[in-house]
């Protein structure tokens, strides 16, 4: 695959010779086009070094050369990446802007384009930037969207470029398997809300993420994908059907409605094991009296139980938050419950699974296997889990 990773100028600059080794690695050919203001970032040498090839900074080249390099190269490229792609980039790629070689060589591309953003936070936010992405989107650009965590101002928040590993993923991706062609595939994501008053529910900390990296790239194996979701803040990754509940009860009429017509079933929500006995119509006051009130619980209906009962019935997946002894828990479920596969995580590391963007997970099979996915973007983790289900379905 011949790939064009275009560099501009943000501190994330720094990783692109590292991301040039990982699409090596996938048997890319890569030809880097840096900004200007990215050479201020990474040494174009570095970038020279890595990819075994010149790299183009000038747009107006070498005159002794001839020729016009942007041209050329687009007849090349199979694909643009541009990581880190700076809120100015991303601005002149929306209009059309063509005044430096990145930006003229994307105006003359015709291939599939990339676009990974990193900058601040408060960056990402403004409405221009998220206006220019929007732009992108619909002309069919892929963005690949930045992570949460530590920028490098300091401060936290979203605005991080993805992880290599991440951004690999998505062009592995882009080269794509379609493995799951004229499969239907039901996935289950996010936490349930059990109300406890007009005003208050019982939840959890899942952000979704899990479930939406898997319903992501079903599709992009070629699936037909239901999503049905907890309430969460995620954006519905494009060509998935989508399901909105709040409960655990609603989120088992949803499930029921729709298996039977599903080959493969993904239960990645965080279904809560446990609802308020009765909802207050009201909202529940403070006792003027006491500095404790008692809230009966009852339990939910078991949805994964359920699903065994379904004609024809589904290939199941299932998901196993454990705390302890997780191997051993996570397979005791599977065989309880009837699942072929089972994802097991250990939910005692919070800096991973719930409300992360990275995971470590087992995936174990009926068949007594295990395969450890070392800590990696959900999207990794995600591909991972189809892959083993893919191997099963033959
Ligand atoms: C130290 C420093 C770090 C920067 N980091 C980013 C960044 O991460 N993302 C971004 O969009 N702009 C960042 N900028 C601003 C861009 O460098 C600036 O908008 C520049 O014009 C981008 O040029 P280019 O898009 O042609 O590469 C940074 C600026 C400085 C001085």
Same mark, same amino acid.
């Given at each position: ?18 991301? $040039? ?17 990215? #050479? ?23 005159? =002794? ?13 199979? /694909?643009?990446?541009?990581? %880190? ?7 002149? /790629? ?12 994307? $105006? ?20 221009? $930037? ?15 969207? *930045?992570?949460? @965590? ?12 993805? #992880? ?11 080269? !794509? ?30 952000? !979704? ?12 194996? @070629?699936?037909? $994908?239901? /999503? ?9 990754? %494009? @060509?998935?059907? &989508? ?15 729709? =298996? #039977? ?7 990645? #929500? ?5 609802? *308020? ?9 403070? *006792?003027?009296?006491? !500095? ?21 019935? %589904? ?26 596969? +089972? ?8 800096? &991973? ?9 087992? +995936? /174990? ?28 379905? !033959?």
């Amino acid at each position: 695959m011949n790939i064009v990773l275009g560099v501009s100028g943000g501190i994330a600059a720094y990783k692109a010779p590292e991301l $040039v080794r990982r699409l090596q690695d996938l048997g890319a050919a890569v030809r880097v086009i840096l900004t200007p203001n990215a #050479a201020r970032f990474v040494s174009p040498l570095s970038l020279a070094a890595v990819s075994h090839h010149g790299v183009i900074t000038d747009q107006w080249g070498d005159p =002794a050369k001839g020729g016009v390099d942007h041209i050329e190269m687009a007849r090349w490229a199979e /694909l643009l990446l541009i990581a %880190p792609a700076t809120a100015n980039v991303i601005a002149k /790629l929306a209009v059309g802007i063509a005044d430096d070689a990145l930006t003229t060589y994307s $105006v003359a591309h015709r291939t599939a384009i990339m676009v990974a953003p990193a900058m601040n936070w408060s960056m990402l936010q403004h409405a221009t $930037v998220v206006q220019n992405l929007a732009t992108l989107r619909s002309r069919g650009v892929e963005i690949i969207d *930045p992570e949460s @965590g530590y920028l490098a101002e300091g401060e936290e928040g979203e605005g991080r470029l993805a #992880a290599i590993p991440a951004i690999v993923e998505r062009v592995k991706m882009h080269r !794509g398997t379609r493995d799951l062609e004229g499969k239907r595939v039901l996935v289950t994501a996010g936490p349930t809300r059990e109300a406890i008053d007009p005003v208050r529910y019982l939840s959890n900390r899942s952000s !979704g993420r899990m479930g939406y990296a898997i319903a992501d790239a079903a599709r992009r194996r @070629g699936a037909t $994908v239901t /999503l049905v979701s907890g309430p969460t803040s995620l954006e519905v990754p %494009p @060509g998935v059907d &989508i399901t909105r509940i709040d409960t655990a009860k609603e989120m088992l009429e949803a499930v029921m409605a729709k =298996a #039977a017509s599903h080959q493969i079933v993904i239960k990645a #929500a965080a279904v809560a094991d446990f609802a *308020p006995e009765t909802v207050a119509d009201r909202k529940i006051k403070k *006792p003027a009296d006491r !500095g404790t009130i008692e809230l009966s619980l009852r339990k939910n209906p078991d949805i994964l139980a359920s699903l065994a009962t379904v004609h024809p019935r %589904p290939f199941i997946v299932a998901f196993a938050a454990e705390t302890d002894s997780v191997e051993k828990n996570a397979r005791e479920k599977l065989e309880r419950k009837g699942a072929d596969l +089972i994802v097991a995580n250990d939910v005692s590391d919070t800096t &991973i699974g719930f409300d992360s963007d990275e995971n470590e997970v087992l +995936i /174990l099979g009926r068949d007594g296997s295990s395969v450890r996915v070392e800590r990696s973007p959900k999207l990794v983790i995600a591909n991972r889990i189809l892959d083993a289900v893919v191997a099963r379905l !033959g």
